[in-house]
């Protein structure tokens, strides 16, 4: 198999078709190594899927039930990340042991720590669905920075729903009303996924910029839960 097709939205969905869609969506936000999968454009891709004029350009057979996929795809978003919080609640600790771990480092804990203090969990937990990476590792972060189960819920139901919803939605509309959408779909990929990574981006050239008077002093006991209400 050809490792660039692992980034190629169309090939995943030809390949394994809606449940194949829906298992990505959690693995994605659940399984703490489905960081490179592409889920922006796998969405988009999925919502082009489920409009009768891309359906046969994209390799379905059938067109794909809009209907199972706007709730199917919140609903494995949703749970995939809670699985995200409840690894990061039991083993976190151990995961973050080690600061050059197989999987983690610990500027994820930090990086995590700064988008909680700066936007709050709630915004921190909703904003993460539409950052690649981020939305994978910050679920087990939250769970260890000890942001309580039921508060993450409401956040991750929002931020689900916003997530899977927009992106099904721009993806079947383009497909319905602009002529020969298929022949953009890579480039449209690609697009999606640098609109994605501005926010890294950004951030990246921004910590460049400070000033560097060495890491910031991890938080501790004495210091306030990031989770509790800001």
């Given at each position: 198999?050809?490792?660039?097709?692992?980034?190629?939205?169309?090939?995943?969905?030809?390949?394994?078709?809606?449940?194949?869609?829906?298992?990505?969506?959690?693995?994605?936000?659940?399984?703490?190594?489905?960081?490179?999968?592409?889920?922006?454009?796998?969405?988009?891709?999925?919502?082009?899927?489920?409009?009768?004029?891309?359906?046969?350009?994209?390799?379905?057979?059938?067109?794909?039930?809009?209907?199972?996929?706007?709730?199917?795809?919140?609903?494995?978003?949703?749970?995939?990340?809670?699985?995200?919080?409840?690894?990061?609640?039991?083993?976190?600790?151990?995961?973050?042991?080690?600061?050059?771990?197989?999987?983690?480092?610990?500027?994820?804990?930090?990086?995590?720590?700064?988008?909680?203090?700066?936007?709050?969990?709630?915004?921190?937990?909703?904003?993460?669905?539409?950052?690649?990476?981020?939305?994978?590792?910050?679920?087990?972060?939250?769970?260890?920075?000890?942001?309580?189960a039921g508060k993450f819920l409401?956040?991750?139901?929002?931020?689900?729903?916003?997530?899977?919803?927009?992106?099904?939605?721009?993806?079947?509309?383009?497909?319905?009303?602009?002529?020969?959408?298929?022949?953009?779909?890579?480039?449209?990929?690609?697009?999606?996924?640098?609109?994605?990574?501005?926010?890294?981006?950004?951030?990246?050239?921004?910590?460049?910029?400070?000033?560097?008077?060495?890491?910031?002093?991890?938080?501790?006991?004495?210091?306030?839960?990031?989770?509790?209400?800001?």
């Amino acid at each position: 198999m050809d490792l660039t097709n692992l980034l190629d939205a169309q090939w995943w969905i030809v390949t394994f078709g809606l449940i194949g869609i829906l298992a990505i969506i959690f693995a994605e936000t659940g399984l703490l190594v489905g960081f490179f999968l592409p889920g922006d454009s796998l969405l988009v891709v999925a919502g082009m899927g489920a409009s009768a004029a891309v359906a046969s350009s994209v390799g379905l057979d059938a067109p794909f039930p809009l209907g199972v996929l706007l709730v199917c795809a919140p609903i494995c978003a949703i749970a995939g990340a809670q699985l995200g919080h409840l690894i990061g609640a039991k083993s976190g600790p151990r995961l973050f042991s080690r600061p050059d771990s197989r999987l983690f480092k610990m500027e994820y804990v930090q990086k995590a720590e700064h988008y909680f203090a700066k936007f709050g969990p709630s915004k921190a937990v909703v904003l993460a669905r539409f950052i690649p990476i981020v939305r994978t590792f910050l679920n087990p972060v939250a769970g260890m920075l000890g942001m309580p189960a039921g508060k993450f819920l409401v956040w991750n139901i929002v931020g689900g729903v916003l997530w899977t919803e927009s992106m099904l939605l721009i993806g079947y509309f383009a497909g319905s009303v602009i002529p020969d959408v298929d022949h953009y779909i890579i480039p449209g990929a690609v697009v999606i996924v640098l609109l994605s990574i501005i926010p890294i981006v950004r951030e990246v050239l921004k910590n460049r910029r400070e000033p560097k008077d060495g890491p910031a002093e991890p938080r501790g006991r004495h210091h306030r839960d990031p989770a509790s209400p800001m």
